[in-house]
């Protein structure tokens, strides 16, 4: 079985602080990870994923994330935060050793509120 | 604009009732994906389709069915509906490939009365 754990379920920074939204995966296989951003009544956008290689990766909008195979982590990060990166997220697992079901095991999610 | 299309934004009915989710995939995707979002169960993956055919199921309710039509669109069938089962239901498409990314549509609010 896959999890994904964020163990904030909110993260308030000041705009132009960097910003790091924390999570944690377990998967049996090669994680497969990603995080998505949603906004207010808007669906999921895809930031960034890692696959293999190296461990930071770069996605959207400024954002970066750093897999950490022994500590099980793909933390989320930003160097300098804008008013407009408040919103909700998540990130999410999938094994990449599994037959088939591509399903995505999501995070309960962040709310990242930056403060003007 | 993701690419994936979802009708109808906003489903309003009463409990005992039955709906259908519409799904529009991005093009040449053949997956296509169920979520719910609520708030006290987060993101859950309910089903999965692949060309056609039912590849996974996650939490899925046996009053709740889908399937994928040959035009690759897909339905989300949800009978017998209870308060409980007002969220946010979620289409996703990707192509094929374990490590691809999935598309989310705007989502469906489904309030049950």
């Given at each position: 079985a896959?999890s994904?754990a964020?163990?904030?379920?909110q993260?308030?920074v000041?705009?132009?602080?960097?910003?790091?939204?924390?999570?944690t995966?377990?998967v049996?296989?090669?994680?497969?990870?990603?995080?998505?951003?949603q906004?207010?009544?808007?669906?999921?956008?895809?930031?960034l994923?890692?696959?293999t290689?190296?461990n930071?990766v770069?996605?959207?909008?400024?954002f970066e994330a750093e897999?950490?195979k022994s500590?099980t982590?793909?933390?989320?990060?930003?160097p300098?935060?804008l008013?407009?990166d408040?919103?909700l997220?998540?990130c999410?697992?999938?094994?990449?050793?599994g037959?088939?079901?591509y399903q995505?095991?999501f995070?309960?999610?962040t709310?990242?509120?930056v403060i003007? | 604009d993701?690419?994936?299309?979802?009708t109808?934004?906003h489903?309003?009915t009463?409990?005992?009732q039955?709906?259908t989710?519409?799904?529009?995939?991005?093009?040449?995707d053949?997956s296509v994906?169920?979520?719910?979002?609520?708030?006290?169960q987060g993101?859950q993956?309910?089903?999965?389709?692949?060309?056609?055919e039912?590849?996974a199921?996650?939490n899925?309710?046996?009053?709740?069915?889908a399937?994928?039509?040959?035009?690759?669109?897909?339905?989300?069938n949800?009978?017998s509906?209870?308060?409980?089962?007002s969220?946010l239901y979620?289409?996703?498409?990707?192509v094929a490939?374990v490590?691809?990314?999935?598309?989310f549509?705007?989502?469906?609010?489904?309030?049950v009365l």
């Amino acid at each position: 079985a896959q999890s994904v754990a964020q163990p904030e379920d909110q993260v308030n920074v000041a705009e132009g602080n960097p910003l790091t939204v924390k999570c944690t995966y377990s998967v049996s296989g090669n994680p497969y990870l990603f995080w998505y951003v949603q906004y207010p009544n808007r669906g999921l956008q895809f930031l960034l994923k890692y696959i293999t290689g190296d461990n930071l990766v770069k996605g959207s909008y400024g954002f970066e994330a750093e897999f950490n195979k022994s500590q099980t982590s793909f933390h989320l990060k930003k160097p300098s935060a804008l008013v407009s990166d408040s919103a909700l997220y998540f990130c999410a697992v999938r094994d990449g050793t599994g037959a088939g079901s591509y399903q995505l095991t999501f995070g309960k999610g962040t709310k990242l509120s930056v403060i003007p | 604009d993701s690419g994936v299309t979802q009708t109808p934004k906003h489903l309003i009915t009463a409990t005992g009732q039955r709906v259908t989710l519409r799904c529009s995939p991005r093009s040449g995707d053949l997956s296509v994906y169920w979520y719910q979002q609520s708030l006290d169960q987060g993101l859950q993956f309910l089903i999965q389709y692949y060309n056609g055919e039912e590849r996974a199921k996650g939490n899925i309710l046996e009053r709740f069915s889908a399937q994928q039509f040959p035009d690759l669109h897909s339905e989300l069938n949800l009978s017998s509906l209870e308060l409980g089962d007002s969220a946010l239901y979620f289409c996703a498409s990707s192509v094929a490939g374990v490590s691809n990314e999935q598309f989310f549509g705007p989502g469906t609010r489904l309030t049950v009365l």
